[in-house]
C-alpha cells in the first residue's frame, strides 16, 4: 500500500488551486484532519501565495488601467476602410517621396537604360529557314532531284545524266 502523504502530495497543489474531483477532495481533507506535515505543506503554500499577491494586489491599486481601457476602446472602434489608392500608397510610402522631388533623376535613369537597351530588346533574329520539299528520284537513266521552297513560287530541278555530269534546268 502507497505512503497517504506521497499520495497527499501530489495532490495538494491542485486541492489548494481547487482543481480536484470531489472525492479526491474528500480524501485530502481526511488526511489533513490527522497529519501535520501535510497540514504545513498546505499552510507553506499559503504563505506563497501570500508573498505573490501582496506586490500585485499594491502595483494594482496605484495603476489606473482607464488608459488601458481606452487604447482597446480605441482600437475596437469602427474604422473607414480608405480607398485603394489611399492604401496603395501607405503600403508603398510614396507621399514622401513624391515631396521630396528624389524620383526625377530615378525616372530620367530608368529612361536613358530603356532607351540605350531598346535596339537590343527590338532587334530582329533571324528566323530559321523556311521549310521546303526535296524529292530526289532515281531511274536507270537519269536521276532528279526537285526542290521547292515553301514562300517562293519557284522551283529548281536537277537532272544527273552520268554519274559524274550535272546539268541545272
Not at 14 to 31: C, I, L, M
Not at 88 to 110: D, E, N, T
Not at 127 to 147: I, K, R
Amino acid at each position: 500500500m502507497r505512503d497517504p502523504c506521497a499520495s497527499v502530495s501530489e495532490l495538494l497543489e491542485r486541492y489548494f488551486d481547487r482543481d480536484v474531483t470531489d472525492q479526491e477532495k474528500t480524501f485530502v481533507e481526511g488526511h489533513l484532519r490527522d497529519c501535520q506535515a501535510c497540514q504545513d505543506e498546505l499552510r507553506s503554500l499559503e504563505e506563497i501565495q501570500t508573498l505573490l499577491k501582496a506586490p500585485v494586489d499594491e502595483a494594482a491599486r496605484q495603476e489606473d488601467f482607464a488608459w488601458v481601457w481606452q487604447k482597446i476602446e480605441k482600437e475596437i472602434q469602427p474604422r473607414e476602410s480608405p480607398s485603394w489608392w489611399e492604401s496603395l500608397r501607405a503600403w508603398l510610402g510614396v507621399s514622401s517621396f513624391f515631396h521630396k522631388r528624389v524620383w526625377i533623376p530615378a525616372a530620367v535613369a530608368a529612361l536613358i537604360v530603356i532607351l540605350v537597351s531598346a535596339p537590343f530588346l527590338m532587334k530582329k533574329t533571324p528566323s530559321q529557314l523556311d521549310s521546303s520539299v526535296v524529292v530526289y528520284l532515281e531511274s536507270d537513266t537519269n536521276n532528279v532531284m526537285v526542290y521547292e521552297p515553301e514562300k517562293e513560287n519557284v522551283t529548281v530541278i536537277w537532272l544527273f545524266e552520268g554519274p559524274d555530269k550535272e546539268s541545272p534546268t
